[in-house]
């Protein structure tokens, strides 16, 4: 069946520092692919998506790249700052299917 | 922001009672979703609905029910309550066009004594 596995968490860095949060997945099919952000107390929020190979979404200077040959979604941002502190969420939904496939969820703290 | 409504935000409950959550939308979006939210497990899918009266289950279904009478409402009902239902429930709505993301609520968190 389909999977999502991100990296284990918690992950803190400091302000400024490069982030990268691993993402794979298993499907059967040619799925699209999710970054979504959850701030303490609030529901999940899209951060950003690709629905092909090779495509790169990108949003409030994240990234994430479609990559089919490796089966992965990796998040990456350049700088962080404080208020990115969040749980990072990616998933999948299946080529003709409603519902999504959620990894485990990456708890990521920025310290100033 | 997508308009979601989830009541009540919060509930403290006592075991074997009835709970019903409700989720409301004013998108008219035809798909709506519940998920529980535990440390460790993400969110998981219980029930989702892709129409009034047409809903399916989940990978957690058992011990909850749902309805949805209106395309703007999809109730969960804990028949039951159990302390394994202690949780946050999310509802999402999602549409047909364009890639299908989903868009969530603010969530409930049940606390079952």
């Known amino acids: 069946g389909n999977s999502v596995t991100q990296m284990e968490g918690p992950v803190t860095l400091s302000e400024e520092a490069f982030l990268t949060i691993n993402c794979t997945y298993t499907?059967?099919?040619?799925?699209?692919l999710f970054w979504y952000v959850q701030y303490p107390g609030e529901g999940l929020q899209l951060l950003l998506k690709?629905?092909?190979?090779?495509d790169k979404g990108s949003n409030k200077g994240f990234e994430a790249t479609y990559r089919k040959e490796t089966t992965s979604f990796h998040l990456e941002k350049g700088s962080v700052q404080v208020s990115d502190s969040a749980v990072y969420f990616c998933a999948l939904r299946d080529q003709g299917a409603q519902k999504l496939v959620f990894g485990q969820g990456t708890r990521l703290t920025i310290n100033p | 922001d997508a308009g979601i409504t989830q009541s009540p935000r919060h509930k403290v409950t006592e075991t074997g009672t009835p709970v019903t959550l409700r989720c409301h939308q004013t998108e008219n979006h035809r798909y709506m979703y519940w998920y529980r939210q535990d440390p460790g497990h993400g969110l998981r899918l219980i029930h989702y609905s892709y129409g009034v009266k047409d809903t399916d289950k989940g990978e957690v279904s058992d011990g909850y029910s749902v309805s949805r009478s209106k395309t703007e409402d999809f109730l969960l009902t804990l028949e039951s309550a159990t302390s394994s239902q202690t949780s946050v429930y999310f509802c999402?709505?999602?549409?047909?066009?364009?890639?299908?993301?989903?868009?969530f609520g603010p969530g409930t968190r049940l606390t079952v004594t």
């Open positions: 690709a629905t092909k190979a090779d």
């Open positions: 499907a059967t099919g040619y799925p699209s």
């Open positions: 999402a709505i999602s549409d047909t066009s364009g890639s299908h993301e989903q868009y």
